[in-house]
């Protein structure tokens, strides 16, 4: 793919039952300057079960599309499943409203909830900037609950983290969820986390939330900034 594009690669809107199984992508730069912005996603989707396998995204500039946008849907109480492993994501500039992936529930009543499990698995995130919110997950959600009535809506587990840049929340970002629904960090590595403000690695407006570490290194780094 060449030229400059809006939009993303795959949209998925108002389905049932759908699967979607990606391996082996790569989203370079082709450009001669890093320095152009891109508007263009890989997916946007309101109802997916996705398997993201081997990706491989470097050198990029991203403005106001992050590049997996999920939306709870308007039509269900349930999105699915987004299941990203064995990538790599680096020298990645975000603007404000990007991030590797973003979470969002346009259409919830206050009432609703929408169900949703996240899992982000053995992947190397490096290099990646952002001059606002963390440029790598953002949960502009609170309504979440896991699968099943679980309270667990997303595990990050056995990622390393590298040279990654923020005003707040480097790694993640978001609203206090209710619910009980909890996010989990395992068994990740952390190198080189920078902030200008506030949450080095965790991010949380609203009030507090259940965040649980089990052995992410470094461990009191985490421990320290969840709640700055």
């Known amino acids: 793919m060449s030229g400059l594009f809006a939009g993303h690669l795959v949209v998925l809107k108002n389905n049932e039952n759908m699967n979607l199984n990606v391996t082996k992508l790569t989203y ?16 946007r989707a309101d109802r997916v079960n996705a398997s993201l396998v081997h990706l491989d995204v470097e050198g990029l500039t991203i403005q106001e599309s992050s590049l997996i946008s999920i939306a709870c849907p308007e039509t269900s109480s349930v999105f699915g499943s987004i299941k990203i492993s064995n990538s790599t994501f680096s020298l990645l500039n975000m603007s404000a409203d990007s991030s590797i992936l973003s979470i969002s529930e346009p259409s919830l009543s206050e009432q609703e909830t929408c169900a949703i499990s996240i899992s982000i698995i053995q992947n190397n995130f490096s290099n990646i900037s952002s001059l606002d919110l963390g440029p790598l997950f953002q949960m502009s959600a609170s309504k979440l609950i896991g699968m099943g009535n679980q309270p667990n809506v997303m595990t990050v587990n056995r990622n390393n983290f ?26 990740n590595n952390f190198s080189n986390i920078h902030v200008r403000e506030q949450g080095r690695i965790f991010y949380i407006e609203g009030g507090g ?9 470094p461990r009191t780094e985490i421990i320290r900034n969840i709640w700055s």
């Open 28 to 43: 370079h730069n082709q450009s001669n300057s890093y320095e152009v912005a891109l508007e263009y996603g890989l997916l």
């Open 162 to 187: 590298q040279n990654i840049t923020s005003n707040k929340g480097a790694i993640y970002s978001g609203m206090h969820l209710t619910n009980n629904a909890t996010v989990s960090f395992e068994l």
């Open 209 to 217: 939330m259940n965040v649980s570490d089990s052995d992410s290194y």
